[in-house]
C-alpha cells in the first residue's frame, strides 16, 4: 500500500495546459491574497472579526462572498463550454472530451451548490434574523460551522481542478457510468465527498433556520406578521430537512458502490441505476424550489418596497409558498418521463407538475397588483425584480410545456432542456441575488451601490440573458441534445455562435458588476446612508443602524401588525417625535469561536484523503474533527456581555439620525 | 417566443416532423404552447403597462398606498392559473397515454421488429426476422410502424430520432419498448441523448426510410457480405470504441439479444488506460 494513496506526480495534469494554467492563475491569486494579509497585518482582524465570527451577519456576508467567487468560477466554465460548441461543428474543438465532460459537470455542480445555495443561504443569514427582529440565529457556531464545511466542499471541487480530475459524468452523476466500471478516476469522488461534506453543512443550516423561524421571534411577531422573505426562507428550510437527507443518503449509497464494492447501483450483482436517478430526483426537484423560494422572498420585498406600498395578498402568497413547499415533494419523476414508465405514472407526474404553476402564478398576479396603485422607483432593485418577472413567465411555461409527457419525449436532455432550466435560475436566483444584494448592501456596509453601474450590469444581463439562452430553445426544437463535445448538424451551428455572442454580453455584465463594487467603495463617502433606512423599507433590518450593531436591536422591537418598520415610521412622522427612549440593559452575545473553521479544516483533509485513498490520513483528519467538537462542547463561557452603557451609546447615536431624518422630513412635508 | 418556434420549423427537428408519432407529439407540444400563452403574453403585458403607468414620475397614476386586498382578485388570482391547469392537466393525461412510447401504432399493421443495443459508443441494430444486423446506421421501410425493442450492454443512453418522435431510454439489463414510423422515404438524424461518457458525441447514427421494394433489397444485399455476429464478435464489439463508420452483419446468432438482456454477457469494461492509469485520469480508446 501506497503511502500516499493512489496520489503521485501523475495526478497532476501536466499534459494539458488549460486546467494546468487555470489552476496556477487561482493558487497565485490565492497566495497573493494571504501574504498580502499577512504582510499587512490584516491575518488577526480577519481571524478575530470574520473567520471565528458566529454573527449571522458576518457569516452572511461571508456566505455570499463564497457565492460569489464561486459564480466567477462557474462562469468561467460557460465560457469554455460556448466557445467549444461554437468551433466544435465538424471540428474537434479545443477541448477533448475527457475534459469537456468534467468541465460541464463542474459548472453544473459549482454553480447548484456552491454558487446559488450560498447566494441564498448568505441572504437568509443577513436577513432573516433582523427581520424577525432577533439578536442571531438559534445555533450561531452551528451556523458558522455550516458556512464553513461549505466552503470545504467548493476547495475541494477546485482543488481537483489541478489534482486528479472532477467528475465527468454530470452534475447528476447517473451511475453505471459514474461507477467505478465506467468511471474509475477519481473525479466522482471528488464530486461525492465535496457534496457529502457541504451536504451535513447545508443540513444544519436548515435545522437551525426552522427553529430559528419557529422558536426565535421578536415580541408580537407572530407568524402571520413575519415576512413573506421569512415565510419562504422558512418554508425552503423546511425543504432542505425534509430533501437533504434524501441526497446524501443517495450519494453515500453511490460512494459504497465506489468505495466497498456493494451493488446498489451497479450493472453487475442485481444493481438498479433507476433507483439512483429515481432518489435523486426525489432530492433534486424540491430543491430548485429551495433555491426558488428565497428568490420570491426577496422579490416580494423588493417590489412592495419599491412600489411604496404593502404586497399584495399577503394571506395568498403565504398559501401559495407553503403550497409548493408541499407539492414539489410530489412531481420528481418528470425529469425521467423517458425512462419507459407507464402511461398512468407518466399522466399524474405531469398533473401534479403542472399544478405547481398554479403557486407560481399566484405570486406573479399578487406581484403585479402589489404594482398597482404604486408609486414605482426603478432602482435597481426593482429592475432585478422586472427582469425577473418577465424571464421567469417564460421559464416557468417552458417548464409546464416539459411536464407534458409527450413534449418531453421529444425535448427530454435537449438544449430546451438546458434552456429552460437556465431561464428559470438566472432569473429566478441570480437576479434575486443581485436585487438583495444591491438592496441590503447599504444595510451591512452603511453606503449603497453605485447605481449608474448597478443598471449597467441588469441590462447587460439581462440581453445577454435573452442573446445566450434563446438560441439554446431553438437549438433544442431542432433536435440538439445536450453535453455535445462536439457535432456533424450544419443546421445548429448559426445558434451556437449566436449563443457565443450572447456570453460575450454576459461578460460585459461581469465587468459591470466588479466595477460596480470597486467604484462604490472607492465613493463610499458619497453613497454613505446615515438613516440606516436607504429605500423607505417596510420592515425590521430598516429599523436599526447601517451597518447594525452586533446585537442587532439595542432594544428587541414590539411588533404590533404587519409591516412593523412602516408603522413605526408613520407613528413618528404623525406624532413628529421618535418613540421615547428605552430602558437599556446589558446584552448578552454568543462568543467567537473557531469550531466551525478548524472542523472545517479538517474536514477538508479528510475530504481529500478519502478522495486519494490515503487511509491514514482519514483517521487523523477525522479523529482531530471530531476532537475540535468535543473541545467545543467542554467550553465554559459561551457568551460575553455588552454592558448597558454601550448599548445605550450606540442606540443614540442610531436615534440622533433618526432625529434628524424626521427634521428634514418635516420641512419636506412630504407623506411617508 | 412564437418567432422561435416558427425559426425552429424551418429544418431538420421536432416541429419538422415526419412520421405519425412525431406529428402527434409536435401537435400536443404545440398545443400546449397555445393554451399558455393565451395567459402568459396578457400577464405580460400587464406587468409591463403596470411598471410603466405606475412609475414614481407619473403624476396622472393614482397612488394607493394601503391598498393591499380584495377578495375578488384573490379569487381571479386563484382561479385563473387553476383553469388553465386543469385544461392541461386534461392534454396532460390523454397525451401520456395516446403517446406512449410503448403503444403500438395501429394494431392491425404488423411492424418491422429492431432490437437495439447500445454500446460504449455506437448503436447496434438487429433485425431478428432477417437475421441481420448493422451498426451505426438504421434501415427501415417507409410508412410501416416499427417496433424496438432497446436495451443497453453498458451505461444507460437514450434512443432519439428527433424528427420520427419519441425518445426512449436503453438500459442495462432491461428492455424498454417504443413505436415509430417514418411518414416517407428520407434520411432522418438519430443520436443518443444521454450522456454516456468520452465517445457520446459521435453515438449518432442516420435511420433510412426506404421503400418496403427497397428494404426487402437492402435484406437481401446485407445478407450476402460482412461478417457474423456471434458471441466472440460480440465482445468485441463491446470494447469502447469512437466514430465507428457505419457496416453491417451477414448473419446474427439466433437470440442474442436476448442473451444481452439476460446479462449473459459481462457488462462493457469501461476503460482501460489513461494518464497516471485508469483511476487517476482514465481515458477511453480512440
Ligand atoms: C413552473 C415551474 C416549473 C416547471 C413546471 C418545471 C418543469 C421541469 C421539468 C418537467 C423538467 C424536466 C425536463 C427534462 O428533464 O426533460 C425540468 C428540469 C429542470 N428544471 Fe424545471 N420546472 C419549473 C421551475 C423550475 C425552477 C423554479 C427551477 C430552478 C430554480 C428549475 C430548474 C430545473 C432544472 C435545474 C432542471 C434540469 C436538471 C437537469 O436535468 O440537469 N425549474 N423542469
Ligand atoms: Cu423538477
Known sequence: MHLLGKLSWNAIPWDQPIPLVAGAVVFVALFAVVAWTILKGHLPYLWREWITSVDHKRIGVMYTLLALVMLVRGFVDAIMMRSQQAIAFRAPGYLPPEHYNQIFSAHGTIMIFFAAMPLMIGLMNFVVPLQLGVRDVAFPTLNATSFWLTATGALLVNISLVVGEFDPAGWLPYPPLSELRYSPGVGVDYYLWALLISGVGTLMTGINFVTTILKIRAPGMSYLRMTIFCW????????????????????????????????????????????????????????????????????????????????????????????????SFTVWLHHFFTMGAGADVNGIFGIATSIIAVGTGVKIYNWLFTMYGGRIRFATPMLWAMGFLVTFTIGGMTGVLLAVPPADFQLHNSLFLVAHFHNVLISGVLFAGFAGITYWFPKAFGFRLHEGWGKAAFWFSLIGFYVTFMPLYVAGLLGMTRRLQHYEVAAWHPWMLVAAFGIVIMTCALACQVTQIVVSIRRRDELRDETGDPWDGRSLEWATASPPPAFNFAVLPDVRGEEPYQAIKRRAIETQQLSSEAQYEPIELPRNSPTGFIAAFFSTITGFALIWHIWWMVGLGLAAAYAVFVWFAWRDVEEYEIPADAVARADRDRRRARAEWLDHHERAGEPA | MALLLSLAGCSGGVLDPQGPIGAADAKILLNAVEIMLAIVIPTLVAVLAFAWWFRASNTRARYLPDWAYSGRLELIVWSIPLLVTLFLAGVIWIGAHDLDPSRPIAPQRKPVEVQVVSLDWKWLFIYPDQGIASVNQLVVPADVPVHFSLTSATVMNMFFVPQLGSMIATMYGMVTQLYLEAGHVGDFYGESAQLSGDGFSDMHFTLRAVSVDAFAQWVAATRQAGPALDRAGYIALSQESRHVRPFTYRAVEPALFRAVVDREFPAGPGPTGGTGGPSVHPAGAR
Open chain 1, 232 to 327: 419562504t426562507a422558512l418554508a425552503a428550510n423546511l425543504m432542505i430537512v425534509a430533501a437533504f437527507p434524501v441526497l446524501t443518503a443517495t450519494l453515500a449509497m453511490l460512494t459504497l458502490d465506489r468505495y466497498l464494492g456493494f451493488h446498489f447501483f451497479t450493472n453487475a450483482a442485481g444493481g438498479n441505476m433507476m433507483m439512483f436517478i429515481n432518489l435523486i430526483w426525489a432530492w433534486g426537484h424540491p430543491e430548485v424550489y429551495i433555491l426558488a423560494l428565497p428568490s420570491f422572498g426577496v422579490f416580494s420585498e423588493v417590489i412592495s418596497t419599491f412600489s411604496g406600498k404593502p404586497l399584495f395578498g399577503y394571506r395568498s402568497m403565504v398559501a401559495a409558498t407553503m403550497f409548493i413547499c408541499l407539492v
